[in-house]
């Protein structure tokens, strides 16, 4: 039988943000669960978020740390000093609600067999951030995992930490391979085909800005990258070729739509989704 004390240890790896930092400390400092540590990754200059930090150390407990950039490399360093019973994964640019630690532990709780949760993602309004996350709470398994999941939601009892180990450096923002995304949903394919037990919890929310829609050079570049990591997982854990195709198909109509349309701009957003898609998987 678990303990039903649970504490958190946030990991949160940053790079080149400073007032969004902030807001996550003030929402963090808002919490009414409030056993739990920040352990800080800072992969910025040296002195870039002392000032701000500094407001925050006595009222709650922050690791502060560094590691070489890279979102991975950076979680992986923040794993080697956590001491909660459940770890989550914040971006530097979420920000939770008051309750939000106090509905995981209560979750957790109710469950002793559920080895993890998930919430869904919010922007500021209270809207569902992507339209592909569920209304109803479910068990994650490896066919739904990629539409229950994303990193700034997932909060996992140690166990599976203990038993999966560090994420793969070659996904992630920083990647040096140019796998922008994909080591959140790797993490728990890994954590399911161990026998982990996982749930999407509907209600549970985190907030995080809408992505801004423009079609310039470095949006393409991180579509891109994004696309190329999200089918590389596919790959790499032997999903079948008629799930992989799906995923071909999809951007593959969007642009030929878009294109019809005159669309130009989502026309480049698709075919930069289709192209990274081909070669994630073809690596």
């Known amino acids: 039988m678990r303990e039903e004390s649970i504490k958190f240890s946030l990991v949160l790896a940053t790079l080149g943000r400073s007032v969004e930092v902030r807001r996550f400390l003030d929402h963090l400092d808002g919490q009414t669960f409030r056993s739990f540590e920040l352990i800080l990754i800072d992969q910025n200059a040296d002195g870039y978020l002392d000032g701000i930090l500094s407001a925050y150390e006595e009222r709650f407990c922050i690791r502060h740390l560094r590691s070489r950039k890279g979102l991975s490399r950076g ?49 500021e309004s209270g809207s569902p951030h992507y339209d592909w996350f569920p209304e109803r709470d479910a068990p994650i398994d490896r066919k739904n995992v990629w539409r229950q999941a994303i990193s700034f939601t997932i909060f996992l009892r140690t166990e599976v930490i203990h038993k999966i180990g560090y994420f793969d450096e070659t996904l992630g923002v920083g990647s040096d391979l140019g796998r922008l995304s994909g080591e959140e949903t790797d993490y728990l394919i890994r954590a399911i085909d161990s026998g982990f037990n996982l749930t999407y919890h509907a209600d549970i929310c985190v907030f995080h800005p809408r992505p801004i829609s423009v079609y310039g050079r470095n949006t393409m570049r991180k579509i891109h990258g994004y696309a190329k990591g999200f089918s590389y997982v596919l790959k790499k854990h032997h999903y079948p070729f008629a799930f992989v195709s799906y995923y071909w198909v999809r951007p593959l109509g969007g642009a030929l739509v878009s294109l019809a349309k005159l669309e130009f701009g989502n026309t480049r957003y698709h075919f930069a989704v289709l192209k990274g898609r081909i070669l994630g998987w073809l690596e």
Request: charged letters at 20%; aromatic letters at 6%; hydrophobic letters at 35%.
């Open 75 to 123: 979680r992986n360093v923040g794993l080697e000093h956590i001491s909660g019973n459940v770890v989550c994964f914040p971006d530097d640019d979420c920000w939770y609600p008051a309750n939000t630690l106090e509905r995981v532990a209560d979750a957790l709780n109710a469950n002793q067999n559920c080895d993890g949760i998930t919430g869904r993602a919010v922007d």
